[in-house]
């Protein structure tokens, strides 16, 4: 049997949300039809931005605010710079996941807005233009697409599993520990696909396209909406560690609650709170990835 959700029974934030999202996405769809004219910049060494990004995050921003003007806003390439800096409730918003997809013509990127209230992720939308694919979610309620219920893939088994991930590019990044645990994962299962866009990898777990995905290097905009769709949909969040508190470390692993523990016991020692029994130590570290995220975001 099929579970869907009726219009009347979405929450008034979600809906809001997803209007959003669709806004954005009709700019990104109309920019794709002649991509080679859209202008690009570089934030920074492969960390590409387009005029079609900042249009998506403005319409995005004005949607939310208009509805909800006390409301704090998170953004990819705007920052903290919208909405009120104390609001208890913060939307967290990529408004073009998969950029450098985008300005390719590769089709695989999104539109990734999610609620978080009280420092709980509430709601979230992952909106998919080129297919028109619509994931939804309020916590409590489970995940959506296109208003058929989601669960995670119910595979156990490492050597059945497909799993995605995202490969480090910028300056900096450790590729030599990248490449270690990426030989880890490929050895044990059916395969591994680096589609390029997070917060799709992370809404593929929720729908069981995939069974699983990790990556280093994440900001909270990349992460949030995919990541309660996981949770919502059956799934678990985590760092490589399996520690719940991921959205300000920088990793991420998703997936099915079984294949979750197996990923954990090879991702652990890749993770840079592995054996810090020491919590002041790991409170410092994740501040200092705090520091990051806000000078990033200025």
Request: with cysteine.
């Amino acid at each position: 049997m099929t579970i869907t959700a009726s219009t009347s029974s979405i929450h008034p934030m979600l809906n809001i949300a997803i209007k959003a999202a669709r806004a954005a996405g009709s700019i990104i769809n109309r920019a794709a039809l002649d991509v080679e004219s859209v202008r690009v910049s570089k934030k920074m060494e492969n960390d590409f931005v387009t005029e079609v990004d900042q249009a998506s995050e403005k319409i995005i921003i004005d949607t939310l605010l208009n509805a909800y003007p006390d409301h704090g806003i998170l953004a990819e390439e705007s920052g903290k710079t919208h909405g009120n800096p104390n609001a208890e409730h913060v939307w967290i918003i990529d408004p073009l996941d998969g950029t450098t997809n985008f300005i390719h013509g590769f089709p695989f990127y999104c539109v990734s807005i999610a609620l978080q209230s009280r420092g709980r992720l509430e709601q979230a939308v992952v909106y998919d233009p080129s297919r028109n694919d619509l994931f939804t979610s309020t916590r409590g309620r489970g995940a959506f697409l296109n208003d058929r219920r989601l669960r995670v893939s119910k595979r156990i088994r490492m050597k059945e599993c497909l799993i995605t991930t995202g490969f480090p590019f910028r300056d900096g990044d450790d590729f030599k520990a990248y490449l270690s645990m990426l030989a880890e994962v490929m050895t044990r299962t059916a395969g591994v696909r680096r589609p390029g866009a997070a917060a799709l990898d992370l809404a593929y777990v929720a729908a069981g396209f995939s069974d699983g995905f990790f990556e280093t290097g994440l900001h909270p905009w990349d992460m949030a909406a995919g990541a309660l769709l996981v949770t919502e949909a059956g799934g678990l969040v985590g760092n490589f560690t399996g520690e719940a508190d991921y959205l300000l470390q920088r990793e991420c692993l998703a997936a099915n609650p079984k294949v979750y523990g197996q990923l954990v016991s090879l991702l652990q020692p890749y993770s840079k709170f592995s054996g810090v029994a020491d919590k002041a130590v790991a409170a410092q570290a994740i501040a200092e990835l705090r520091k990051d995220i806000d000078d990033s975001t200025h």
